[in-house]
């Protein structure tokens, strides 16, 4: 004769528990991203007004690039990649720095935060630790690497920035120890927090 099994209340109100943690683990996980906000559509620069110094994009005309309002969630150790800016007068930062509306010379180590992590300006002039290539350094956010707005004269018709940059003076890549024949020189992985 077979036994019959029998759903006890434990068995049952177990696999309810586990299902509503799954699924808020899951929400948690989603919550966490930053999905685009939309897309902006290319437009070619006039001649020589895209700055490529540093080795800068320039829009392709009709290319749709992504824009973000946020960026990923600040830690501790936040993974992030490192860009390389001008801050200096005529350099491919363009306008004056945000945060004191001043340039900052290449030997400066100062920094520009992506849209979401900018906040705003709530980081302006306060210093941030970066992690990368074996070594660390201190850098003074002045501006925002805006990852909402790009393609047109105010942004020397470069793209917006992505969700997770730190755009940084050459200054900063130097203290890394990043050698600018290096083929990470410009565009490198790193891990950041606010100091």
């Not at 070619?44 to 969630?73: F, H, M, T, V, W």
């Not at 150790?77 to 290449?106: M, Q, R, V, W």
Request: negative net charge; contains cysteine; glycine residues 8%.
């Amino acid at each position: 004769m077979m036994k019959k099994q029998v759903c006890s209340s434990t068995t049952v109100f177990s696999v309810v528990c586990l299902l509503f943690l799954g699924t808020n683990f899951l929400s948690s996980v989603d919550a966490q991203t930053c999905n685009p906000s939309g897309n902006i559509r290319g437009r070619k620069a006039p001649a020589n007004q895209c700055n490529q110094e540093n080795d800068s994009d320039c829009c392709k005309q009709g290319k749709l690039y992504p824009i973000y309002r946020c960026s990923p969630a600040v830690s501790g150790h936040t993974k992030a990649i490192l860009t390389i800016n001008s801050f200096a007068e005529g350099g491919d930062g363009g306008a004056p720095s945000e945060c004191d509306n001043k340039y900052h010379p290449d030997n400066t180590p100062v920094v520009a935060l992506s849209t979401g992590w900018y906040k705003g300006g709530s980081r302006c002039l306060n210093y941030i630790n970066i992690y990368g290539n074996g070594n660390s350094v201190k850098a003074k956010v002045v501006d925002e690497c805006d990852s909402t707005m790009g393609c047109d004269s105010d942004y020397d018709y470069q793209p917006p920035c992505d969700n997770n940059i730190v755009d940084a003076s050459k200054a900063v890549w130097q203290a890394l120890g990043v050698d600018e024949s290096s083929s990470d020189w410009g565009y490198m992985d790193i891990y950041w927090s606010d100091a």
